[in-house]
Nanobody, 122 residues
């Protein structure tokens, strides 16, 4: 089974920046799409950004121009650079992998990390 471990969350002042990182562990051959979702208190989990193994990206409209997603296929990592942070983006941020192919041919689908808290103070 693939495991996703996030890091980089924390408390930052409004206008500040954070970079979240997520590392996938296991004997991985390829992960198709990786991404970040977030869930604020009392709200549903929502898409932040995704990136395919070919580096095609997709962003929520609310973060376009502010957040940048990038990945390292060789290291099976995905990161999210977040700039000009506002209190409204306070949430738990989750790393996601849609389809993982292991070196022995096994597959794993829809794997989530445990989440990392991002809190932006005003």
């Amino acid at each position: 089974q693939v495991q996703l471990v996030e890091s980089g969350g924390g408390l930052v002042q409004s206008g500040g920046s954070l970079t979240l990182s997520c590392a996938a562990s296991g004997s991985i051959f390829r992960i198709n799409t990786m991404g970040w979702y977030r869930q604020a208190p009392g709200k549903q989990r929502e898409l932040v950004a995704t990136i395919t193994s070919a580096s095609r990206t997709n962003y929520a409209d609310s973060v376009k121009g502010q957040f940048t997603i990038f990945r390292d296929n060789a290291k099976n990592t995905v990161s999210l650079q977040m700039n000009s942070l506002r209190p409204e983006v306070t949430a738990v941020y989750y790393c996601y992998a849609d389809r993982t192919v292991f070196t022995d041919g096994r597959l794993a689908f829809d794997v989530w990390g445990q989440g990392t808290q991002v809190t932006v103070s005003s």
